[in-house]
């Protein structure tokens, strides 16, 4: 029962997107610079600024994110009072609402380190944001490793750093995939962070430090602010779910063949 | 007894090893003859393993796990928080229960350790080949030298662990109870292996399995529990002592009564 009500509801939202989003959505519509407020016109700096911001956002958050769950594991010694305090922190922060990203970001980013309202500072605020979520899967994902993996490769008299590049990297990689497609949602869905931070100008952005409006800000703008902005705003939706969708196949495709390889 | 130190490839003096408040091994005195196989039995919980990996100082990686005492190996106390650690566990490789290849591919399980210590790709190839060969798993893996290790079954899986140590020749290989996990038939393989081995390595094993000591062990060293931590409590040419223990422990032990 609760397995139909939910693909139910999938089936809904996304019926609901197709019938009003299809129509709508050519070359034109993904190419050309936004008009009348989105009534005319497509969505194409909106789509290039979408994907600036999330480029600065997984440049940063990936390797902190990677960097700091193998911090965690290896160099904190496990069941410490420091490994309890971190893991915690990092639960704590994946429970922070968006709302309160954006506003750090704007205080921070736009404020005191002066980038305005810029994709930069909205890449850095979904960077904050999604840190803890690649955090946990890392973590996850290095831990479930078996523990005789390390054993063995340390009584082989391996360095640290080998150990970790050569032998849990390879293995835990597809867990780390995870963490980035949940990441990545995460981030592409994101509006209430953005709002404060990127700003929303519909103009193509020529640099990072120019404002820049992200599809998902852009849906939410078209649906509540703009009179008739409905369908153009599934239409955006639309391609923001196919892009998802797409960047979700291409990891477990990505996924499948490097355990292929390492198997 | 100066003589006889020589001779040894490792001295073990006043070994201590505690986790915490709780002292797993006290007192541990031990000379391992080199280029024979010194036994380790005595029942579960009384420092055999401890003991083991104290000599390659996985120890390292055990919280709150101290060891007091000396350990001399090539005239060299490794118990010395200073000593070069990943040196030594090239010299004193190290087999495990459980096989634990790495799971990737056979060529990478010899890859990753000899390119790290040093050796080119050219090395590497002929280092595999050798060890793998000596092990007897070369015809068996030649042709699949890309597959995954993890395809192996149990017996080949270790057989490849122990070329993997091999192929860093190493001058002693220590193995914790490397057949109680493996079938029969593939424990009766591994053992041949093991005996071979004397000629080149010295080899420590620590074991469960009485018969398995007595066919294959030149030194066998009892351990037991006193005073609430394991200890050594008879020492010597393996023959004798299952022939007569002087320890009652010992005696019950080896005879089956207790443990």
């Known amino acids: 029962m609760a397995a139909v009500l939910s693909v139910g509801?999938?089936?809904?939202?996304?019926?609901?997107?197709?019938?009003?989003?299809?129509?709508?959505?050519?070359?034109?519509?993904?190419?050309?610079?936004?008009?009348?407020?989105g009534r005319a016109g497509g969505i194409g700096p909106v789509i290039k600024s979408t994907l600036l911001i999330l480029m600065c956002c997984l440049l940063v958050a990936i390797p902190f994110g990677v960097g700091c769950a193998f911090w965690i594991t290896e160099m904190v010694s496990p069941g410490s009072r420091l490994t309890a305090w971190l893991t915690r922190s990092v639960d704590l922060l994946a429970s922070i609402p968006s709302i309160v990203f954006g506003l750090f970001g704007m205080a921070f980013f736009c404020r005191i380190l002066g980038l305005g309202f810029s994709i930069l500072s909205g890449g850095l605020t979904l960077a904050c944001m999604i840190l803890p979520i690649l955090i946990r899967t890392t973590l996850a994902a290095v831990q479930s490793l078996p523990p005789d993996l390390r054993l063995s490769a340390t009584a082989m008299g391996l360095r640290k750093s080998t150990i970790l590049s050569r032998v849990l990297l390879p293995r835990a990689f597809p867990g780390i995939l995870i963490g980035?497609?949940?990441?990545?949602?995460?981030?592409?869905?994101?509006?209430?962070?953005?709002?404060?931070?990127?700003?929303?100008?519909?103009?193509?952005p020529a640099s990072l430090l120019d404002?820049?409006?992200?599809?998902?800000?852009?849906?939410?703008?078209?649906a509540m602010n703009v009179p008739n902005g409905a369908t153009r705003a599934s239409a955006s939706a639309l391609v923001l779910l196919l892009v998802i969708l797409m960047i979700n196949y291409l990891a477990n495709y990505f996924s499948d063949q490097w355990l292929k390889k390492v198997n | 007894m100066a003589q006889e130190s020589e001779l040894a490839a490792i001295s073990v003096r006043n070994l201590s090893i505690q986790y915490g408040d709780f002292a797993a091994l006290q007192?541990?005195?031990?000379?391992?003859?080199?280029?024979?196989?010194?036994?380790?039995?005595g029942p579960s919980g009384c420092?055999?393993?401890?003991?083991?990996?104290?000599?390659?100082?996985?120890?390292?990686?055990?919280?709150?796990c101290r060891v007091k005492g000396e350990v001399i190996f090539q005239t060299q106390n490794l118990t010395d928080s200073k000593h070069d650690v990943l040196s030594l566990r090239r010299?004193?490789?190290?087999?495990?229960?459980?096989?634990?290849p790495f799971p990737q591919s056979i060529r990478r399980n010899f890859e990753i350790p000899l390119r790290e210590h040093g050796f080119s790709k050219k090395e590497c190839r002929d280092r595999m080949v050798e060890a793998l060969t000596q092990v007897g798993l070369w015809e068996e893996v030649s042709d699949r030298l890309e597959k995954g290790a993890a395809n192996l079954s149990g017996g080949q899986q270790q057989r490849l662990c122990i070329a993997r140590a091999l192929a860093l020749e190493p001058e002693v290989i220590l193995f914790d109870e490397p057949c109680s996990a493996l079938d029969p038939i593939a424990s009766a393989v591994v053992e041949d292996?093991?005996?071979?081995?004397?000629?080149?390595?010295?080899?420590?094993?620590?074991?469960?399995?009485?018969?398995?000591?007595?066919?294959?062990?030149?030194?066998?060293?009892?351990?037991?529990v006193r005073d609430g931590s394991g200890t050594i409590v008879e020492s010597g040419d393996a023959g004798e002592i299952f022939q007569s223990p002087s320890d009652p422990d010992a005696l019950n032990y080896l005879c089956g009564a207790r443990g």
Do not use: C
């Open chain 2, 27 to 41: 007192n541990v005195n031990l000379d391992i003859p080199r280029n024979q196989i010194s036994a380790l039995v």
């Open chain 2, 47 to 64: 420092g055999k393993s401890s003991f083991l990996n104290s000599l390659n100082r996985l120890t390292d990686l055990i919280p709150g």
């Open chain 1, 9 to 37: 509801a999938l089936l809904w939202i996304v019926l609901d997107l197709v019938k009003m989003g299809t129509s709508q959505i050519d070359w034109e519509f993904l190419t050309s610079g936004v008009e009348e407020s």
């Open chain 2, 193 to 224: 292996l093991i005996v071979s081995l004397r000629e080149r390595v010295t080899v420590v094993i620590v074991t469960h399995n009485l018969a398995q000591a007595r066919r294959i062990a030149d030194q066998l060293s009892v351990f037991w």
């Open chain 2, 91 to 100: 010299q004193i490789g190290m087999v495990f229960q459980k096989p634990n």
């Open chain 1, 211 to 222: 404002s820049g409006r992200s599809i998902s800000v852009h849906i939410f703008d078209m």
């Open chain 1, 180 to 204: 980035f497609t949940i990441g990545v949602a995460r981030a592409l869905s994101e509006t209430a962070a953005l709002i404060f931070t990127s700003g929303y100008a519909t103009r193509s």
